[in-house]
T-cell receptor
Protein backbone atom coordinates (compact mmCIF):
# COMPACT_ATOMS: atom_id res chain seq x y z
CA UNK A 1 0.00 0.00 0.00
CA UNK A 2 1.94 2.98 -1.30
CA UNK A 3 0.61 5.99 0.54
CA UNK A 4 3.36 8.25 -0.81
CA UNK A 5 4.32 7.93 -4.45
CA UNK A 6 7.13 9.36 -6.50
CA UNK A 7 6.51 8.18 -10.02
CA UNK A 8 9.76 9.40 -11.52
CA UNK A 9 12.66 7.24 -10.34
CA UNK A 10 15.18 9.60 -11.92
CA UNK A 11 15.54 13.12 -13.31
CA UNK A 12 18.35 14.90 -15.15
CA UNK A 13 18.62 18.68 -15.27
CA UNK A 14 21.21 21.11 -16.59
CA UNK A 15 23.04 23.23 -14.06
CA UNK A 16 21.31 26.57 -13.55
CA UNK A 17 17.91 25.31 -14.67
CA UNK A 18 14.92 24.44 -12.53
CA UNK A 19 14.50 20.96 -11.04
CA UNK A 20 10.93 19.89 -10.32
CA UNK A 21 10.40 16.76 -8.26
CA UNK A 22 6.88 15.48 -7.92
CA UNK A 23 5.09 13.51 -5.24
CA UNK A 24 1.55 12.18 -4.91
CA UNK A 25 -0.15 10.81 -1.84
CA UNK A 26 -3.30 8.85 -1.18
CA UNK A 27 -4.09 9.58 2.46
CA UNK A 28 -5.99 12.87 2.77
CA UNK A 29 -5.40 12.79 6.54
CA UNK A 30 -1.71 13.63 6.29
CA UNK A 31 -0.91 16.79 8.24
CA UNK A 32 2.68 17.41 7.23
CA UNK A 33 4.83 16.81 4.20
CA UNK A 34 8.60 16.75 4.16
CA UNK A 35 11.39 16.42 1.66
CA UNK A 36 14.60 14.62 2.54
CA UNK A 37 17.79 14.47 0.52
CA UNK A 38 20.12 11.49 0.56
CA UNK A 39 23.67 11.14 -0.70
CA UNK A 40 25.24 7.69 -1.17
CA UNK A 41 26.52 6.12 2.06
CA UNK A 42 24.75 8.74 4.15
CA UNK A 43 21.44 8.91 5.96
CA UNK A 44 18.59 11.09 4.70
CA UNK A 45 18.85 14.75 5.69
CA UNK A 46 15.89 17.05 6.12
CA UNK A 47 15.45 19.63 3.40
CA UNK A 48 12.13 21.41 3.71
CA UNK A 49 8.60 20.77 4.97
CA UNK A 50 5.09 22.12 4.59
CA UNK A 51 2.00 21.93 6.75
CA UNK A 52 -1.25 20.78 5.16
CA UNK A 53 -2.77 24.19 5.90
CA UNK A 54 -0.33 25.93 3.57
CA UNK A 55 0.17 25.72 -0.16
CA UNK A 56 3.73 26.99 -0.44
CA UNK A 57 6.88 27.11 1.61
CA UNK A 58 10.16 28.58 0.45
CA UNK A 59 13.69 28.26 1.80
CA UNK A 60 16.41 29.75 -0.36
CA UNK A 61 16.63 27.84 -3.62
CA UNK A 62 14.05 25.29 -2.47
CA UNK A 63 10.29 25.75 -2.68
CA UNK A 64 7.63 23.18 -1.92
CA UNK A 65 4.14 23.52 -3.36
CA UNK A 66 1.14 21.62 -2.02
CA UNK A 67 -2.09 21.01 -3.92
CA UNK A 68 -4.40 19.30 -1.45
CA UNK A 69 -7.28 18.83 -3.84
CA UNK A 70 -4.99 16.91 -6.18
CA UNK A 71 -3.09 15.24 -3.34
CA UNK A 72 0.07 16.39 -5.00
CA UNK A 73 3.18 18.21 -3.91
CA UNK A 74 6.29 19.28 -5.71
CA UNK A 75 9.78 20.44 -4.83
CA UNK A 76 11.34 23.14 -6.98
CA UNK A 77 15.07 23.78 -6.93
CA UNK A 78 16.17 26.99 -8.63
CA UNK A 79 18.86 27.28 -9.80
CA UNK A 80 19.99 23.68 -9.77
CA UNK A 81 23.60 23.03 -8.82
CA UNK A 82 25.76 19.91 -9.29
CA UNK A 83 25.86 19.49 -5.50
CA UNK A 84 22.11 18.98 -5.58
CA UNK A 85 22.63 15.62 -7.26
CA UNK A 86 21.17 13.13 -4.78
CA UNK A 87 18.12 10.99 -4.10
CA UNK A 88 15.15 13.05 -2.93
CA UNK A 89 12.52 11.44 -0.74
CA UNK A 90 9.05 12.84 -0.31
CA UNK A 91 7.59 11.98 3.10
CA UNK A 92 4.33 12.54 4.95
CA UNK A 93 2.93 12.14 8.41
CA UNK A 94 -0.27 12.40 10.38
CA UNK A 95 -0.58 14.03 13.77
CA UNK A 96 1.58 12.13 16.28
CA UNK A 97 2.20 9.39 13.74
CA UNK A 98 5.23 7.95 11.98
CA UNK A 99 6.79 9.48 8.90
CA UNK A 100 6.09 7.56 5.71
CA UNK A 101 8.57 7.85 2.87
CA UNK A 102 8.09 7.64 -0.87
CA UNK A 103 10.43 5.53 -3.03
CA UNK A 104 12.66 8.47 -3.96
CA UNK A 105 13.71 10.29 -7.12
CA UNK A 106 17.36 10.34 -8.13
CA UNK A 107 18.30 13.83 -9.36
CA UNK A 108 21.35 14.38 -11.54
CA UNK A 109 22.39 17.97 -12.19
CA UNK A 110 24.64 18.10 -15.20
CA UNK A 111 27.36 20.78 -15.22
CA UNK B 1 25.73 20.48 14.44
CA UNK B 2 24.78 17.49 16.65
CA UNK B 3 24.40 14.23 14.83
CA UNK B 4 23.11 10.70 15.18
CA UNK B 5 25.90 8.12 15.25
CA UNK B 6 25.51 4.53 14.13
CA UNK B 7 27.90 1.61 14.54
CA UNK B 8 29.06 -0.47 12.84
CA UNK B 9 28.83 1.02 9.36
CA UNK B 10 28.86 -2.48 7.87
CA UNK B 11 27.86 -5.78 9.45
CA UNK B 12 28.15 -9.17 7.79
CA UNK B 13 26.51 -12.13 9.49
CA UNK B 14 25.46 -15.68 8.82
CA UNK B 15 21.79 -16.54 8.50
CA UNK B 16 20.35 -17.48 11.88
CA UNK B 17 22.82 -15.41 13.87
CA UNK B 18 21.90 -12.59 16.18
CA UNK B 19 22.99 -9.04 15.38
CA UNK B 20 22.83 -5.84 17.38
CA UNK B 21 22.89 -2.52 15.61
CA UNK B 22 23.88 0.43 17.73
CA UNK B 23 22.89 4.07 17.64
CA UNK B 24 23.65 7.13 19.70
CA UNK B 25 20.81 9.61 19.14
CA UNK B 26 21.17 13.35 19.63
CA UNK B 27 21.52 13.89 23.34
CA UNK B 28 18.45 16.01 24.12
CA UNK B 29 16.09 14.14 21.80
CA UNK B 30 13.25 12.12 23.23
CA UNK B 31 11.93 10.11 20.27
CA UNK B 32 13.91 7.39 18.54
CA UNK B 33 13.26 5.45 15.38
CA UNK B 34 14.58 2.66 13.23
CA UNK B 35 14.01 2.64 9.50
CA UNK B 36 15.48 0.36 6.88
CA UNK B 37 16.05 0.50 3.14
CA UNK B 38 16.41 -2.68 1.13
CA UNK B 39 18.59 -2.07 -1.93
CA UNK B 40 16.59 -0.29 -4.62
CA UNK B 41 13.50 0.07 -2.47
CA UNK B 42 12.00 2.80 -0.34
CA UNK B 43 12.91 3.76 3.21
CA UNK B 44 10.57 1.75 5.47
CA UNK B 45 9.50 2.49 9.02
CA UNK B 46 10.29 -0.24 11.54
CA UNK B 47 9.67 1.12 15.03
CA UNK B 48 9.41 4.24 17.15
CA UNK B 49 10.46 4.44 20.81
CA UNK B 50 9.59 6.95 23.49
CA UNK B 51 9.83 6.99 27.26
CA UNK B 52 11.53 3.58 27.33
CA UNK B 53 8.88 1.79 25.38
CA UNK B 54 7.80 1.12 21.82
CA UNK B 55 5.23 3.67 20.71
CA UNK B 56 4.58 2.18 17.29
CA UNK B 57 5.88 -0.66 15.13
CA UNK B 58 5.32 -1.81 11.59
CA UNK B 59 4.41 -5.25 10.29
CA UNK B 60 8.08 -5.78 9.47
CA UNK B 61 8.98 -5.50 13.16
CA UNK B 62 8.05 -9.03 14.18
CA UNK B 63 9.14 -11.10 17.18
CA UNK B 64 12.66 -11.43 15.77
CA UNK B 65 13.21 -7.71 16.31
CA UNK B 66 13.63 -5.84 19.56
CA UNK B 67 14.82 -2.42 20.60
CA UNK B 68 16.40 -1.23 23.79
CA UNK B 69 17.78 1.89 25.36
CA UNK B 70 20.19 0.25 27.79
CA UNK B 71 21.59 3.49 29.15
CA UNK B 72 21.09 7.22 28.72
CA UNK B 73 22.82 7.44 25.37
CA UNK B 74 22.54 4.24 23.30
CA UNK B 75 19.58 2.93 21.32
CA UNK B 76 19.92 -0.57 19.90
CA UNK B 77 18.12 -2.74 17.39
CA UNK B 78 18.50 -6.50 17.86
CA UNK B 79 17.62 -9.11 15.30
CA UNK B 80 17.55 -12.48 17.07
CA UNK B 81 17.83 -14.88 14.15
CA UNK B 82 18.70 -13.12 10.93
CA UNK B 83 17.20 -14.09 7.60
CA UNK B 84 18.49 -13.40 4.12
CA UNK B 85 15.71 -10.87 3.59
CA UNK B 86 16.93 -8.84 6.57
CA UNK B 87 19.81 -7.63 4.40
CA UNK B 88 19.33 -3.88 4.15
CA UNK B 89 20.64 -0.50 5.23
CA UNK B 90 19.31 0.23 8.70
CA UNK B 91 18.89 3.86 9.71
CA UNK B 92 18.47 5.16 13.22
CA UNK B 93 16.76 8.53 13.64
CA UNK B 94 15.82 10.80 16.49
CA UNK B 95 13.66 13.85 17.03
CA UNK B 96 13.21 16.32 19.84
CA UNK B 97 9.61 16.02 20.82
CA UNK B 98 8.07 13.81 18.15
CA UNK B 99 5.55 16.42 17.04
CA UNK B 100 4.05 15.94 13.62
CA UNK B 101 6.20 17.60 11.02
CA UNK B 102 9.23 17.81 13.21
CA UNK B 103 12.21 16.76 11.22
CA UNK B 104 13.97 13.53 11.95
CA UNK B 105 17.74 13.46 12.21
CA UNK B 106 19.15 10.32 10.65
CA UNK B 107 22.41 8.50 11.20
CA UNK B 108 24.56 7.34 8.30
CA UNK B 109 23.20 3.83 8.55
CA UNK B 110 24.44 0.30 9.11
CA UNK B 111 24.63 -1.89 6.02
CA UNK B 112 23.61 -5.37 7.16
CA UNK B 113 24.47 -8.28 4.90
CA UNK B 114 23.06 -11.68 5.82
CA UNK B 115 24.80 -14.58 4.07
Amino acid sequence: DQQVKQNSPSLSVQEGRISILNCDYTNSMFDYFLWYKKYPAEGPTFLISISSIKDKNEDGRFTVFLNKSAKHLSLHIVPSQPGDSAVYFCAASRLNDKVIFGPGTSLSVIP
Amino acid sequence: EPEVTQTPSHQVTQMGQEVILRCVPISNHLYFYWYRQILGQKVEFLVSFYNNEISEKSEIFDDQFSVERPDGSNFTLKIRSTKLEDSAMYFCASSGNGRTGEKLFFGSGTQLSVL
